[in-house]
C-alpha cells in the first residue's frame, strides 16, 4: 500500500465553480501536512500548509481529519491558472532517519474551463 | 522565497556515460538537501539525502556507486548518474531545507535527463 495516495483525476472543472478533492496517508504517526502544486514538467511548490484545524488561504481551504488519516483541499472559485497537478505532502518525525522526509502523494489533476 | 538552482535544466547523453548534475541554494545554507526523481504520471520518489560533510543516505533500492552524491559545502550538492542508461531517464529535483526553517524546504527547477 502507498504511503500517500491520492485520487490521479482529472477533475474537470469549470471557471468559477468548487472542487474538493482528498489524499489519505497510512503512517498514523505523520506530523506534517503540505499541499503542493506542479506545473507540467516543473518542479513543485508549495501551495499551503495544512494544520489541525483547518485552515484558508484565499480560495483555497485544506483540512485534516487525523482520525480518518486524509486531508483535503478545498478550491472556490476556480480560475483557469489553478489548472495544475496537486500533490499532497506528508511528513514523519517518527524516527531521526525519517525526520523532514517528505512523502509525496502522485498528484491529483485539476483542468479549469473556460 | 528562497531560491534553489539545478544545473543543467536538460541533459541528454549517450548510454554508458556519466551526468553530473548540481543543486544550490542561493540565499540560505542548507545542510541537508534531498534528491528526488520523478516518471511520468507518477509521484517524486525520493533517492537520497545529502548531509553537508559526510555520507549521504540512500533510500532502499537505489545504488549508491550508480547515484554518486557529494554534499561538499552548505549551498551546493551534486549527483552523478553513472553509466547512464535508458531507464534512468527521468526528472530529477532536488530540494534544499534552510538550516535557519528546518521544516521548509525549497525545490529546484529539476533536470530533465534522457539517456539515449
Known amino acids: 500500500r502507498k504511503e500517500v495516495e491520492q485520487d490521479p483525476g482529472p477533475f474537470n472543472v469549470p471557471e468559477g465553480a468548487t472542487v474538493a478533492f482528498n489524499c489519505t496517508y497510512s503512517n498514523s504517526a505523520s506530523q506534517s501536512f503540505f499541499w503542493y502544486r506542479q506545473d507540467c514538467r516543473k518542479e513543485p511548490k508549495l501551495l499551503m500548509s495544512v494544520y489541525s484545524s483547518g485552515n484558508e488561504d484565499g480560495r483555497f481551504t485544506a483540512q485534516l481529519n487525523r482520525a480518518s488519516q486524509y486531508i483535503s483541499l478545498l478550491i472556490r472559485d476556480s480560475k483557469l491558472s489553478d489548472s495544475a497537478t496537486y500533490l499532497c505532502?506528508?511528513?514523519?518525525?517518527?524516527?531521526?532517519?525519517?525526520?523532514?522526509?517528505?512523502?509525496f502523494g502522485a498528484g491529483t489533476q485539476v483542468v479549469v474551463t473556460p | 522565497g528562497a531560491v534553489v538552482s539545478q544545473h543543467p535544466s536538460r541533459v541528454i547523453c549517450k548510454s554508458g556515460t556519466s551526468v553530473k548534475i548540481e543543486c544550490r541554494s542561493l540565499d540560505f545554507q542548507a545542510t541537508t538537501m534531498f534528491w528526488y526523481r520523478q516518471f511520468p504520471k507518477q509521484s517524486l520518489m525520493l533517492m537520497a539525502t545529502?548531509?553537508?560533510?559526510?555520507?549521504?543516505?540512500?533510500e532502499q533500492g537505489v545504488e549508491k556507486d550508480k547515484f554518486l552524491i557529494n554534499h561538499a559545502s552548505l549551498t551546493l550538492s551534486t549527483l552523478t548518474v553513472t553509466s547512464a542508461h535508458p531507464e534512468d531517464s527521468s526528472f530529477y529535483i532536488c530540494?534544499?531545507?534552510?538550516?535557519?526553517?528546518?521544516?521548509?524546504?525549497?525545490f529546484g527547477p529539476g533536470t530533465r535527463l534522457l539517456v539515449l
Open positions: 545529502s548531509n553537508e560533510g559526510s555520507k549521504a543516505t540512500y
Open positions: 505532502v506528508v511528513t514523519s518525525s517518527e524516527t531521526t532517519d525519517s525526520w523532514g522526509k517528505l512523502q
Open positions: 530540494s534544499a531545507r534552510d538550516i535557519r526553517v528546518q521544516e521548509t524546504q525549497y
